[in-house]
């Protein structure tokens, strides 16, 4: 039974392009989370997707965003990176959309330069 | 915005020490869950707790939940090298979204 998986797992971008991250979630699970988690922070929400919509939103801009597809993986898109950017993206899925348990995936290390 | 916090942000504690890291919320939750992450890993879920008051315990570790359902502990019973990490705990108020603290990271000491 396959856990979260991401792709890449490490990324080096340089500011002003675009990056896409891609999740597949834990076998059952149909809500995909991505957070952002800066180095010695807790994690940050960024959105939540259920039903392949955006059904919860954290404080982050418009460049942020992101689809989740008929088989429940999803990506997030960044666009227009900045230096502030880099940090360990994690994506994290669950059952149902409730509260329910998140099952974190490795993350991806994205370093913006 | 929801804010939660975390203290204390580190403790260094010798091995068979007792260790306690707390949570408070800015507003009142539906549930709290507790989250583990070693250092170069992924935060993996511990607990979580939905009842006001609820205490619950995993062999050395036990986990509380305050009665306003705004606050949460988590105290681990003669630490190990094991436990070493930061302990998250994460406050779920409106539908899917869960807020992280900003953790707790654990050191032991042999």
């Known amino acids: 039974d396959a856990g979260v998986t991401q792709s890449p797992t490490h990324l080096i971008k340089t500011r002003g392009q675009q990056v896409t991250l891609r999740c597949s979630p834990k076998s059952g699970h149909d809500t995909v989370s991505w957070y952002q988690q800066a180095l010695g922070q807790g994690p940050q929400f960024i959105f939540q997707y259920y039903e392949e919509e955006e059904r919860q939103r954290g404080n982050f801009p418009d460049r942020f965003s992101g689809h989740q597809f008929p088989n429940y993986s999803s990506e997030l898109n960044v666009n227009a990176l900045l230096l502030g950017d880099s940090a360990l993206y994690l994506c994290?899925?669950?059952?149902?959309?409730?509260?329910?348990?998140?099952?974190f995936g490795n993350g991806t290390r994205l370093t913006v330069t | 915005g929801q804010q939660v916090m975390q203290i204390p942000q580190y403790q260094h504690v010798q091995e068979g020490e007792d260790f306690t890291t707390y949570c408070n919320s800015s507003?009142?939750?539906?549930?709290i869950q507790w989250y583990k992450q070693r250092p170069g890993g992924h935060p993996v879920f511990l607990i979580q707790l939905v009842k006001s008051g609820e205490v619950k315990k995993q062999k050395r570790l036990t986990f509380q939940f305050g009665e306003a359902k705004k606050n949460s502990s988590l105290h681990i019973t003669a630490t190990q090298t094991t436990d070493v990490g930061t302990y998250f705990c994460a406050g779920g108020t409106s539908y899917g979204k869960l807020t992280f603290g900003q953790g707790t990271i654990l050191t032991v000491h042999p």
């Open positions: 994290a899925s669950s059952r149902d959309g409730s509260n329910s348990p998140l099952h």
């Open positions: 507003t009142t939750l539906s549930n």
